[in-house]
């Protein structure tokens, strides 16, 4: 259904820009400028919510016109987008980001109409709501597993890889040998960080389970 693939909870906000044709930098591109200095994965304020699969902010200029036979349209307004994918339910995630990461938060939205701070999380989560959108497409499609066995698969699934790349060749007696010891270190292994890019330590072209923050728009 919308909003909801399994487990995993889908969101998208568009929060309008503050207008000020007074202010020295544009509301908009003190978002921009903001952003370009948020690091990601582990490091990434969203790595604090153990529970994202994957986010993206990013400033809507306006909607692009296709050509016929669509109908040229604009908005009124310049936005931001912020999508997420994340376990759990919608309240305790907006609670949790104004608790635990509103640093960001409020260097972000306090250049939105509206925003009313992060003082009062249940405030910051009705007006997050009020700027919520329908979501019908995941960017991590994972359904019902969490972001912490998504790691530890992605984590045996290139180290699986690796110890193929690294066996080729062996004699079976030293391929069942490299294997049992293999499979007990995978058995026994952590789970990686949230927002590990590469959780497995091999070659990844498209890192999962990943905060971004983007800000072209």
Not at 11 to 19: A, E, G, K, N, Q
Not at 25 to 49: E, G, K, M, Q
Not at 73 to 84: A, D, I, N, T
Not at 201 to 215: E, Y
Request: proline share 7%.
């Amino acid at each position: 259904m919308p909003n909801q693939s399994g487990r995993v909870y889908g969101l998208t906000i568009l929060s309008p820009i503050i207008d000020d044709p007074n202010a020295d930098v544009s509301h908009d591109c003190a978002i921009r400028n903001f952003l370009a200095t948020v690091p990601r994965d582990l490091h990434s304020p969203f790595a604090a919510l153990s529970s994202t699969h994957i986010c993206r902010l990013v400033v809507m200029d306006d909607v692009i016109y296709v050509g016929t036979p669509a109908r040229e349209e604009h908005l009124q307004s310049k936005y931001l987008v912020f999508e997420s994918n994340f376990d759990g339910d919608l309240d305790t995630y907006l609670t949790w980001m104004a608790k635990q990461i509103p640093d960001l938060v409020e260097s972000v939205w306090s250049h939105c109409v509206g925003y009313p701070g992060v003082r009062d999380p249940a405030a910051f989560a009705a007006y997050m709501k009020k700027c919520q959108i329908e979501t019908t497409f995941y960017f991590a499609d994972v359904n019902n597993h969490t972001v912490q066995s998504t790691l530890r698969a992605l984590k045996v699934q290139a180290s699986v890889a690796e110890f193929i790349a690294r066996h080729q060749g062996k004699s079976a007696t030293e391929l069942q040998q490299a294997f049992r010891k293999f499979f007990e270190r995978m058995r026994n292994m952590p789970t990686p960080e949230p927002g590990s890019p590469n959780p497995a330590g091999a070659h990844q072209s498209v890192p999962l389970n990943k905060s971004i923050a983007a800000h072209h728009g």
